[in-house]
């Protein structure tokens, strides 16, 4: 393979949104830390919407963000916390991943804790490929190329192979399509090839 068609995990993002400050977000931070070990950031509002009541700078979550080996080892556990199954659904065009976690304690190595309770939180994941980066840098950025960009099916592939994970039936179905139209395809393309070469024998043997 190409090393620049190379898939690889960029980021995992966990999220939680508790709709403003208080209690539930003193427990959402709490369990952000617990999960990752690491510090999380409170999410603010940016716009004012008066008939909901949000003003910028309103606190309504949290969330953190993992690269390297601390996000490979934070999916698997996340994966394993959804019995190795995920959706179709799940996946986006531009080749990213999310899904929710119900209850925290579903994830391998969280232990319960009375101060937090039962809740859950929403998982971000990130793709990318090698020359992601001219799209983030200031100076020079780029648009990523159709062609390089990360389909859906592309990303579906690259998690079920990696992480060992059983899709739904509907991207099983949508895989044996694509094989199907390959292989005819295929097929329409030999039987033409086919026919073009006896089309030219036939003409040199005319002569």
Not at 115 to 134: D, K, M, N, Q, Y
Request: aromatic share 8%.
């Amino acid at each position: 393979m190409n090393n620049m068609r190379e898939i690889k995990l960029e980021k995992v993002t966990l999220n939680i949104g508790t709709g403003g400050p208080g209690e539930k977000l003193d427990k959402a931070l709490k369990l952000l830390r617990n999960i990752t070990k690491s510090n999380p950031v409170i999410t603010t509002t940016k716009k004012r919407i008066p008939t909901w009541g949000i003003r910028p700078g309103l606190q309504i979550g949290c969330k953190i963000t993992l690269r390297g080996k601390k996000a490979e080892d934070l999916l698997r556990r996340l994966f394993e916390a959804k019995d190795r199954k995920l959706k179709s659904s799940y996946f986006d065009s531009q080749g990213n991943l999310s899904f929710g976690i119900h209850e925290y304690l579903d994830v391998p190595n969280v232990e319960y804790d009375p101060s937090i309770g039962i809740i859950g939180f929403e998982t971000a994941v990130s793709l990318e490929r090698p020359g992601f980066r001219i799209k983030k840098r200031k100076i020079m950025k780029r648009k990523i190329p159709d062609k390089h960009k990360i389909t859906k099916e592309e990303a579906m592939e690259f998690i079920k192979n990696k992480y060992i994970i059983t899709m739904d039936e509907e991207w099983q179905q949508a895989v044996i399509k694509k094989h199907m139209f390959n292989w005819r395809w295929n097929k329409l393309n030999g039987i033409s090839s086919l026919n073009i070469m006896l089309q030219k024998k036939g003409q040199l043997a005319h002569h």
